[in-house]
């Protein structure tokens, strides 16, 4: 008689994996927050068929790739690209946000524009869930389901899931 599987979740939630961005949430057209700043912390939660040897998989390279997600955007002023309120455009060696007629300019090298819609937790959690799903250590691993968790202080976060059922 054969072992049904047996399937794994780890959680990935270290200190190491933070990024510090500058960012405004929109509210509306003509409603938004005040620029300011946050030290967000990102976890993970991967599930998996437990191997014969005891593990789900190297997911040493995991945590890298998470820390490697945040380094990209760290200290960085955080724009959404998908906004339906925010337009985007270059001028004078300025990256300029404009929002209800309001011209915002900013250093390109001190802007990522990430293809959200709001700067929220809800939308980087859903960001970083795509980055990951797209990587190729989820696709050539057994993974069955993925969970990534984005807080911007303790008790105020975002979840974002997948899986396979």
Not at 4 to 26: C, D, G, M, W
């Amino acid at each position: 008689m054969t072992e049904p599987t047996r399937y794994t979740t780890v959680e990935i939630a270290k200190q190491a994996l933070n990024f510090s961005i500058a960012h405004f949430t929109i509210f509306s057209a003509s409603h938004r927050e005040d620029l300011h700043g946050h030290n967000f912390q990102l976890e993970c939660k991967v599930t998996a068929p437990l191997s014969a040897d005891g593990l789900l998989f190297d997911y040493g390279i995991l945590k890298k790739l998470l820390r490697d997600l945040c380094d990209e955007i760290d200290e960085q002023v955080i724009l959404p690209g998908n906004s339906p309120y925010l337009t985007l455009t270059a001028s004078d060696g300025y990256t300029i946000a404009i929002f209800n007629n309001e011209r915002l300019p900013f250093l390109p090298r001190d802007v990522t524009v990430l293809p959200i819609a709001n700067t929220t937790v809800e939308e980087f959690s859903h960001y970083f869930l795509r980055k990951l799903r797209n990587h190729s250590l989820i696709k050539d691993n057994p993974i069955v389901a993925l969970s990534v968790k984005v807080s911007s202080s303790p008790g105020q976060y975002g979840i974002a899931d997948w899986s396979l059922q």
